[in-house]
């Protein structure tokens, strides 16, 4: 006799309390179902919070578990990518860290990594604790925090994890531009002649010259970043925090007019259907209003669809 969907349920429960946190392909294996069955009744126990899902993925699968398992997650740690996985044995070894001495790819790895990273504030600042460590067990004495004031000038710098490449320099026949290495200010040699110098010298600093001729623009990425932030200086928007940062997509907390919002920006010319699903997803994850930002508009149907909708109450059926 077939099973119903109750007792299907059930039996997960009991295989998840005798194995501890799995994914999918595990569970299917054990009940004689498809993994997309198994996921079904998966994701139908954590709407039902009765399961828990990891953010952390082993293949494409999250990894479920029961309330109080979560100690056991650390065995899934050697599944994280590696920027990820060098954030996670740090936080492990330190148990606290604070987020503003971190280098830019570990900051962004310990957003990613939100089973085992978890954050809280000290005045102004961001301190990032290990899932496993309590809070109760961090030691303010051994850090050395700076008054909030400081903190609140400095809340720029978190906008420059890359820098922009030095712009293109044109040589002028009438004269050398050398860049001086201390100060990377441009200054103008005179020529020879005006400063009786040597032939030498002379050839020595049009080498120079010729060697920053040879620069490579800067690459498109470095450009796109360098976008959201005349985005943002110019609308007075501020910047908070950095979710994830990448070549083709850009996540931030900002603070615009007052409210804080997600702004997620895509590096590509048009916007797309799965563009705005995605940020509404993500939008819906923290709990706040987003703003899309994209090289370009929307696709005209989409452009379309939006105006047709603004007045929209409600969509019914008749059965």
Same mark, same amino acid.
């Given at each position: 006799m077939p099973e119903d969907a109750a007792q299907i349920k059930n039996r997960i429960v009991s295989i998840l309390m005798r194995r501890g946190p799995s994914i999918p392909v595990n569970i299917s294996k054990e009940i004689g179902l498809t993994i997309l069955f198994a996921s079904a009744f998966l994701s139908e126990l954590a709407s039902e919070k009765i399961v828990k899902i990891s953010y952390m993925r082993v293949g494409s699968s999250p990894v479920y578990y029961l309330p109080g398992q979560e100690t056991s997650l650390e065995k899934f740690s050697q599944f994280l990518k590696s920027r990820e996985k060098d954030a996670f044995l740090l936080l492990r070894e330190k148990k606290f860290l604070r987020d503003r001495e971190q280098s830019p790819a570990i900051r962004v790895a310990l957003r990613e990594i939100r089973d085992f990273a978890l954050p809280f504030s000290v005045g102004d600042e961001v301190v990032w604790r290990y899932y496993l460590v309590p809070e109760s067990e961090f030691k303010i004495s051994e850090f050395k925090f700076t008054k909030p004031e400081t903190l609140k000038e400095e809340r720029p710098i978190l906008i420059q994890p890359i820098k922009e490449k030095e712009p293109f320099i044109e040589v002028k026949e009438e004269k050398s531009v050398i860049m001086t290495p201390i100060t990377n200010e441009i200054s103008e040699e005179k020529s020879a002649e005006e400063k009786h110098e040597r032939p030498a010298r002379k050839e020595k600093v049009k080498l120079k010259t010729l060697s920053l001729k040879k620069k490579k623009p800067a690459k498109k990425d470095d450009k796109f970043f360098a976008s959201i932030k =005349? !985005? *943002? $200086? @110019?609308? $007075? &928007? +501020? *910047? &908070? +925090? &950095?979710? $994830? !940062?990448? @070549? @083709? =997509?850009i996540i931030l907390k900002i603070k615009d007019k007052g409210e804080n919002k997600l702004l997620i920006a895509y590096n590509k010319s048009k916007i797309t259907e799965n563009e705005i699903i995605n940020a509404a997803k993500k939008s819906s994850d923290v709990g706040m209003p987003y703003i899309i930002l994209g090289q370009g508009g929307t696709l005209k149907k989409l452009d379309n669809l939006i105006e047709a909708i603004k007045n929209l109450s409600s969509i019914e059926k008749l059965k």
């Open positions: =005349e !985005f *943002l $200086s @110019k609308n $007075s &928007i +501020d *910047l &908070i +925090d &950095i979710e $994830s !940062f990448g @070549k @083709k =997509e």
